[in-house]
């Protein structure tokens, strides 16, 4: 029961790193605010059915939705700053969703966070969500879609030339990652069953990106086992959990400088032999 | 892409069999008897978690020389849950399923508390614990109607004052003994350990029929307050109640004596040492509750005790640790047996459990202790000291 | 409202931006300078911060040594993350992501660091200023809050000049542009960078020393630095200065709301002006528009 539980978080947290994988990985997209969509997906799910009672299916959807529509919301505006601009503004943002979120305490709880949801959520429904995102995030990759993408992570310049609607495109990743991330953040509140607005700040904002970079940019596969291996690290290792940040801290800038393609940059999803040659 | 998935799984598979090799849960007869712990060990709140590992396992190390429980020796298993709910819970499930122990000890700290709260009564372990925050034990409260919490989570024991009674505590002596009639509190908006202990001060205040003049809030990573301090020195109370963590109550008090507000500050239990050292002489004059204090003369022994055995002097979660698990082991010892449902059982039937910092009392509707008095404990320049060695305040 | 209290906040509040502003100045010399956004400057404010401490508390009891020894650990430590961490990715080309994300990287490290080793204890530092407060009529000013302030002032009319001035600055202004062309020249561009990163770390290191003095020394004392960040960052690319008074006008506003309006929705108000700025005008309050690169 005990490695349920684990595979059960560990699951979670890979699927909120899928979620940014799309627009930080191929993108080259920082947002340290993703814990904003997390606390929204997760709010608008809790909100929507015990306040509401809208039944289990559509809550989820609506987390979903409403993801994705403050994706677009948000991405208009801030999408057109540059790199590090972008980061501290979703860093804003995500401090503005934790506190508005402090702030509706009628409707949130405020500080005391919201329990009592049922636990709706199992390993099946986190496994197969993990299924379904991945297929959709290696179609998009493997698409013209996902060419652009690492087009516009690599040279935004040099995209724009080529014809991409930078803009454009960002938005559209932009909004599909906060739908995914929207929809773990749902995930989250009906598995771990107790939410507050701190749930998710800024420092593991920060350690999904990073995790994504050791995964490996264009490795799906590393970003999953880089991501499976970090949150279960704890399990196998507990002597030395405590130190668990600050070994990935270490990890990362070794990767970074030495293997900048991530740690399992070579692993790909499929056998070779089924990929079809020229990316 | 099927079969990566299936490999991974595959992996995870076969490294959590692998993995018994390793732990290993409560053996047979005459094996030590495991008791499972979570704490911060780690992050914010480490200090407290580390603390009360060491009065637990000091505690432990007692017992063990007295016999152990039931002639077998009994051993810690101890878990770092740094702060994180989702920590917490993976803690506590590998601890009454892995290492399969009778009870656990967690949560000091309220948001693990309720994050594992659901899975104890899942799980049938029971857990102990210092979370004050009142849904941890009876899910159901709302702070607004404090006076029906509703039914209790069967495997979750609170073995302090809850927040609403620890207010209470310095509500009731501020009124009382310091004939306090108008009150303003400053407390972090973002930790519910605060606000229940703001809203539960607010409440016994108004019930008493005296006047809270003003609320101010700020958020968790504030390090200045002196906007709020402004209009709280404006507003003139008599009293300032400051709820907080330690730094943070550190750093409105001398900020709050540098403005020059006039008001006596009332603290929490957060108040009692390391403050001195951080706050200094800024905070004299002000009055706090704990549980415990140091220079009563019935719990000198555990000062050298512990001195004695970690080299440090104990602080307040170093208390906490001890009669904690001094409570979990004689809970195992009456019901004699370390199966889950009767350590539970004894647990929900302790009604004279001398800590201490204290009788606990259990009740059994709650599960939180019955008339446990509080120290109120004040300062006189940087130095703490003892003004009331057990202090129950008037019912409101 | 009545005039005295109006006052005492506004007085809160440019206080409170002396410490942002400060902030500011040491993140923005590499960011308006090399146009990088360093976030290990917190990693360094936070390593300071902790230095300080244990050399006013156990070696020398004398504020303005372990002062002025700390902002040198300060330059030190910004010189050897500079040459460990961000080097190797500059010489190898990367784009700059790569740097973000290992700056990002340092700072966490720093932190979690000390939550593993020192975490559990809080630390205070001796009390050098007995009288923290200087009361002038009805008024209230923190003198340390005044002496990051003032040293804003100092350091950024400094910067000013040694940038516009000097050899040094010039080559570093000249690095910042186009790193390659300036080797054509003859210019060391190594040493030129880990110059401007020593100057940074100094400053970080007077950063945690004074922020460490003020409040209490914990391992999450870096992450006050994005206040300041976000100060560099309005203030626009390029000036100084424009962080300078970004900082400052960020601490005013800030006090002022939450007299206000509470420090509940402050926040929104605060991020939602920002972000309205930043779209209006990119360049923020005072900057240049410049390319992005990669």
């Known amino acids: 029961m005990f490695y349920l539980k684990v595979l059960e978080i560990t699951s979670l ?54 993801g994705a529509v403050l994706g677009f919301l948000v991405g208009i505006p801030t999408l057109r700053l540059r790199r590090d601009y972008f980061l501290l503004v979703t860093f804003g943002l995500g401090e503005m969703v934790r506190a508005g979120l402090l702030y509706l305490a009628q409707l949130t709880g405020g500080a005391l966070g919201m329990a009592g949801m049922p636990k709706k959520v199992g390993l099946p429904l986190i496994l197969g969500s993990i299924v379904v995102i991945t297929f959709i995030t290696y179609s998009l990759k493997r698409s013209r879609f996902g060419r652009d993408c690492i087009a516009i992570r690599d040279d935004e310049m040099a995209a724009s030339m080529m014809g991409i609607n930078v803009y454009a495109h960002k938005i559209k990743v932009f909004m599909i990652s906060s739908a995914i991330t929207a929809y773990g953040g749902a995930l989250y509140a009906f598995n771990i069953l107790f939410i507050e607005p701190n749930l998710f700040n800024w420092l593991e904002s920060a350690k999904l990106i990073i995790i994504t970079f050791v995964g490996g940019l264009n490795s799906i596969a590393g970003v999953i086992a880089a991501s499976a291996i970090y949150y279960s690290f704890g399990e196998f290792f507990r002597f030395i959990d405590v130190w668990r940040d600050v070994l990935l801290a270490v990890v990362v800038v070794l990767v970074i400088i030495f293997r900048p393609g991530g740690l399992f940059q070579g692993l790909s999803l499929l056998p070779s032999k089924l990929k079809r040659k020229g990316r | 892409m099927k079969k990566s998935i299936l490999l991974l799984l595959s992996l995870a598979v076969i490294l959590g069999s692998v993995s018994p090799v390793f732990a290993g849960g409560q053996t047979e007869e005459g094996g030590p008897i495991k008791v499972g712990m979570y704490a911060d060990l780690s992050a914010g ?151 229940y202990l703001a809203k539960g001060f607010a409440y016994y205040v108004e019930k008493r029929g005296k006047k809270m003049l003003g609320s101010f809030e700020f958020q968790s990573g504030d390090v200045d307050y002196k906007a709020q301090l402004t209009k709280i020195k404006e507003l003139g109370a008599d009293g300032l109640f400051i709820p907080n963590y330690v730094t943070q109550n550190a750093n409105a008090v001398k900020q709050a004596r540098e403005l020059g507000v006039k008001a006596r500050f009332l603290g929490n239990n957060s108040w009692y040492k390391p403050m001195d050292e951080v706050a200094g002489p800024a905070a004299d004059g002000s009055y706090f509750p704990n549980n415990m204090t140091f220079d009563d003369p019935s719990t000198q022994w555990f000062f050298k005790s512990y001195k004695a055995e970690w080299g440090e002097e104990p602080r307040l979660h170093s208390f906490s640790g001890y009669d904690d698990m001094g409570f979990l082991l004689e809970a195992i010892k009456t019901a004699k047996s370390t199966d889950p449902e009767a350590v539970r059982d004894a647990m929900e039937a302790t009604r004279k459990f001398e800590g201490i910092i204290g009788t606990i009392n259990i009740d059994p509707q709650t599960h939180r202790p019955v008339g446990l008095p509080m120290a109120v404990l004040r300062f006189v320049g940087d130095q703490i000291e003892t003004v009331e060695y057990k202090y129950l305040p008037k019912e409101p | 409202m009545n005039w005295n209290i109006l006052l005492q906040q506004i007085v809160n509040g440019i206080s409170l931006g002396g410490v942002y502003a400060l902030m500011a100045v040491g993140f923005g010399l590499i960011f308006n300078v090399l146009k990088f956004s360093n976030f290990s400057h917190g990693g360094v404010v936070t390593l300071t911060a902790y230095i300080g401490f244990f050399l006013s508390k156990y070696l020398i009891a004398n504020f303005i040594v372990t002062f002025v020894l700390t902002a040198a650990a300060g330059g030190m430590a910004a010189v050897v993350i500079e040459r460990l961490v961000f080097r190797p990715i500059r010489r190898k080309g990367y784009p700059i992501s790569m740097l973000i994300v290992n700056s990002i990287t340092v700072a966490m490290l720093v932190q979690q660091f000390f939550a593993v080793t020192l975490g559990a204890n809080y630390y205070s530092y001796p009390n050098f200023i007995k009288e923290t407060a200087l009361h002038l009529g009805n008024l209230t000013v923190s003198k340390i809050y005044l002496l990051m302030l003032g040293i804003s002032a100092v350091v950024l009319g400094a910067l000013t000049y040694v940038i516009r001035k000097t050899k040094i600055g010039i080559a570093i202004r000249a690095v910042s542009s186009d790193i390659s062309t300036p080797s054509l020249m003859g210019v060391n561009v190594d040493f030129v960078i880990s110059v401007a990163f020593f100057f940074s770390g100094v400053l970080g290191g007077i950063t945690g020393y004074l922020l460490g003095m003020t409040f209490t020394v914990d391992p999450f004392i870096g992450s006050m630095i994005l206040k300041g960040i976000i100060a560099s960052i309005i203030g626009g690319m390029g000036s100084i200065l424009g962080g300078v008074i970004a900082g400052l006008l960020l601490g005013a506003a800030e006090s002022l709301l939450i007299a206000e309006i509470g420090a509940a929705l402050t926040p929104m108000v605060i991020y939602g002006s920002i972000i309205l700025l930043l779209l209006v005008r990119p360049q923020g309050i005072a900057g240049k528009i410049t390319e992005v690169k990669a």
């Open chain 1, 13 to 66: 947290y890979t699927i909120l790193v899928l979620g940014i994988y799309l627009m930080t990985g191929l993108t080259g997209l920082f947002s340290l605010g993703q814990g904003g969509f997390v606390s929204i997906g997760a709010y608008t799910a809790a909100i929507v059915y015990m306040r509401f009672g809208l039944p289990f299916p559509l809550a989820l959807a609506f987390a979903i939705v409403v």
């Open chain 2, 45 to 195: 709140t480490a200090q407290w978690g580390t603390d009360a590992e060491k009065g637990a396992r000091l505690r432990i190390k007692e017992v063990n020389e007295a016999g152990g429980i039931m002639g077998r020796p009994v051993e810690l298993v101890i878990y770092d849950c740094k702060l994180s709910p989702t920590e917490a819970v993976k803690a506590y499930a590998r601890l009454a399923t892995q290492d399969k122990v009778p009870a656990v000890y967690g949560s000091l700290i309220s948001n693990t508390a309720l994050a594992v709260s659901p899975v104890a009564a899942q799980t049938k372990v029971p857990v102990i614990s210092r979370a004050m925050d009142e849904r941890a034990t009876t899910p159901g409260f709302d702070p607004d109607d404090p006076e029906n919490p509703g039914p209790a989570n069967p495997y979750f024991f609170l073995l302090q004052p809850s927040a609403f009674q620890q207010a209470a505590v310095i509500a009731g002596y501020a009124i009382d003994e310091l004939g306090m009639d108008t009150f303003t509190m400053l407390y972090d908006k973002g930790n519910a350990y605060a606000e």
